[in-house]
Structures are given as C-alpha cells and as structure tokens.
C-alpha cells in the first residue's frame, strides 16, 4: 500500500524493479536498535554484542524479506491477469507493488488484492508451526507475545517476533480500510454486487476515511498516554489512508463519466498493422517512411497481436540486414503488455502506464486479434460532457 519519493534499486525480477525509498533506511535502523536492545536483554548480553546485533540483522532482514514476499504475491496474480507490475518499492510504511493499470473486472481486483495478505498468512503459518515444533506450544506462545523466559534461545526468540510481526501485518492489511488491502477487497465485493467501479470505489474510500480518523485519533490518544512513537506512527498512517482515500474518491468523478463504456466503443477500428513476417527494410519503407510515425503495432500470421516495433529500433538494424531481418525479431514491446480487450471498461484505461508512456494502446478481441487501436485523445473525447 501506498508509496513516494526517491527510490534506489536493489535489483530486478523477470523485468521487476525492487527498490527502496530512502525512508525505508530509517525504519530499518529503528528495528536493527530496538532488536539489539531485546535481543540483549535475553540472552543477557549488551546491545552493543555481535549475537544481539546479529539476530536484529537477521530480524529486520526477515521482516522486510516478508513484505517484499507480500508484494510480490500481488504481483504474480497481476501479471498472470494482464496487469504490468513495473516496480516493487519498499519504504517506511510498507511496501506497493505498482500496477500499470486498474484490474478490468470485479474477480481480478479481488484476486489481486487478496493475493498478498494469503502470502502473509502463509508466512505466518509456516512460522508459527516451527516454533510449535521446536519450543511446545505454551513457551512459543509466550514468546509470541515476547514474554521470553531464560530457556528461549535468541533463534527461536526471532521466529517468535517474525512469527508475531506477520501477524499483525495480515491483521492491518485485512482491515477495511481502502486503499489498504483490505478496502479492495471490500471494493471488489462491492464492485460485484454493484456492477459499478466507481460506486464501489466510493463506498470503499468511505469506509477508509472512517478509518484514517479512527487511526489518526487514537494515534493522538496513545501519544497524549505516553506512547509518543506509536501515538505518531499510527496517525501518520490515518493521515496517509485519509487522503489516499480522498483521492480516489475525487478520480471516481471522473471515472463516473465513462460508466458503461467500453474500450470497443471508441476504439478506431482501422489500425495499420505491420506483419511479423515483413522484412526490416519493407517496414522502413512502406510504413515509417509513409505515415512518419514512430512506432507500429505487429500482427502474427493469425492477425494477433505480437507487439510493437519502435522506428529507432528498425533504423538501428545494419542496411545490410534490413532485407532478410522480419520485424517479429525486434519488437520492442512484446505482446505481454501495451494491449487491452475490446470489452474491457473504458474507465480502465484511466492511470494505465502504457497509455501514458505511448499516447495509445492496441485494442484486441477474446481470441488476441488485432481490432483496433484508442488514443489519449479519444479518451479525452470521451470525458468531455455532452
């Protein structure tokens, strides 16, 4: 949920980006201070040791290692339903997988959303019988709720707190509360019964509000008792869900113009198409040199939709291979994305990377075939009243 700022990559995973905001770095050193400190109380060592530090390491490692789990369940069921996932961030509050579009349909919003918070409750489980196996169910139980006797090891002691923190993440991330995993959820529920995104949006955000001044007051209320830390974290995180909620509850008067409609229905039905079979040279010069565009949608031999082929792309091939190179051995963009159904809501196009990045996106029917192709302008057409 949620996400912002500066971001420096870790790595990539099948065309994923995982990177961390630069807040994520504070988060990660109050955990390492704080888990040095029970670590050594425990084992009866300073804070300062190398055991207490390493089992905080280990910890805090643990931890992020679970959320990054987390989004990357969301980002598996996105992808194998059409979403592009281009970049995981990890920051203060979390973790976002960023999708490049909107779920087209009540099942997959649902599916999406819920496929993280099951990961987490995965993770949990697995934990949870280990340290059941290991220390007996009272002595794990009590290490759960960190009340560590003399005889709990500092290994075990850390699959107590991993075991106890992936809890109470399942806990936070199942609440009602949008843009929160739980508030899409709700709003899936609520899409199908409905049949409406943007009065489901609405309903959900509701709910959110509520929640970010439920969490923001008693944020406030802890911190008056004492619990100053607490007290400002949790508000933080109302203030946070308050106006994302907000938000989506403003895109929704938007969205509400194009209720009902479909990509089909504004979509141009005549695209030109390059074949997949065509050499480099014919695509050079029968299409880019005609129409002067800078990219062409490619169509295989059963008129489906392949990808696309960028002019820089075509012109970097060498003049003495442009006759025997077909355009289906450069497609810059594959036909794993930059595509949408026909029937897919038009409000769906709203916020879609692809269309943001290219200025249109290539219309397909059920069986993959090239139909059509709509743009940011007929979008645009499409939200003007009247």
Known sequence: MFGGGNTITLFRVRGITVAVDWSWFLI???????????????????????????????????FFGSILLHEFGHAIVALRNGIGISTIRLWIFGGVAQMDREADGPGTEFMVAIAGPVVTALISVVLVAIGIAVSGTSAFSDAVRLQVGADTGGIMAMVAWLAAINIIVLFFNLLPAFPMDGGRVVRAIAWKVTGRRSSATRFAAGLGRIFGYLFIALGLFWAIQGAVFSGIWLALIGFLINSSARAATAETTVAGVLEGMKVGDVMDESPVAIPSTASIHQALDEYFLRYQWSWFPVTDE???????????????????????????????????????????????????????????????????????VVTIEQLGRALKPG
């Open 28 to 62: 990660l050193f109050l955990v390492i201070f704080w888990l040095s400190s029970f670590y050594g109380e425990l084992l009866g060592q300073p804070s300062s040791s190398m055991e207490p530090y390493l089992l905080a390491v280990a910890s805090a490692i643990g």
């Open 302 to 372: 059963h008129g489906r939709f392949a990808g696309v082929i960028i002019r820089d792309e075509a012109e970097s091939v060498e003049e003495t291979e442009r006759a025997s190179a077909t355009v289906g051995e450069h497609l810059e963009v594959s036909s794993g994305g930059f595509h949408i159904r026909e029937d897919a809501p038009l409000d769906s196009l709203l916020g879609n990377q692809d269309m943001r990045k290219f200025g249109a996106l290539m219309v397909t029917d059920q069986a993959g075939r090239l139909s059509g």
